[in-house]
């Protein structure tokens, strides 16, 4: 979601009043498509963990996934919830957010470059935040003291748009 020279970036925080339906239904579109063209299978389980994640755009944990799947005619213990969110997060479908142990769903998966995640205290919703300017320095610097980067998530706590201009 970064800019080029010129241009303005997309909000990253969607406006409160968005069609949040529209979200999750291209979430889950983009994600049978990207695991279709890796050979992988989006199965039954991993598609309702991911609409799960995706049923707004507050972090969800674990055990908050495993209450909505659970029933008595389906019962799903964690194993089962964190091998779905390892596949979701193994194919860019999903984030973790390690500060919160939660989990959102990833709005960009075809994305080059590892993402910052905000978190709004006050609302409580996260949202990605991509700058190549930034995520380059990052790779730089470690690069330089001859560290390999594997995973790379940046998580920034604060107010989003729509919070601190009530705030104001």
């Known amino acids: 979601m970064g800019a080029k020279a010129g241009t303005k970036a997309a909000a990253p925080f969607p406006a409160q009043e968005h069609d949040h339906g529209h979200c999750a239904t291209s979430a889950m579109d983009r994600a049978a498509a990207i695991c279709a063209a890796r050979g992988v299978r989006l199965t039954e389980l991993r598609r309702r963990v991911l ?93 330089a003291a001859g560290f390999a980067i594997t995973r790379r998530t940046i998580e920034m706590v604060g107010r989003c748009r729509d919070c601190a201009a009530q705030a104001a």
Do not use: K
């Open 51 to 143: 609409e799960l994640v995706w049923t707004s755009h507050r972090p969800i944990g674990a055990y908050d996934i495993l209450a909505q799947l659970g029933g008595p005619d389906r019962p799903a213990g964690p194993p089962t919830v964190y091998r779905a969110l390892d596949f979701l997060q193994e194919n860019g479908l999903v984030h973790r957010i390690a500060s919160l142990n939660a989990y959102i769903g990833c709005p960009d998966p075809g994305h080059a470059f590892a993402p910052g995640i905000m978190i709004c205290e006050e609302c409580g919703r996260a949202a990605e935040l991509h700058d190549s300017a930034a995520d380059n320095a990052l790779s730089r610097a470690a690069a």
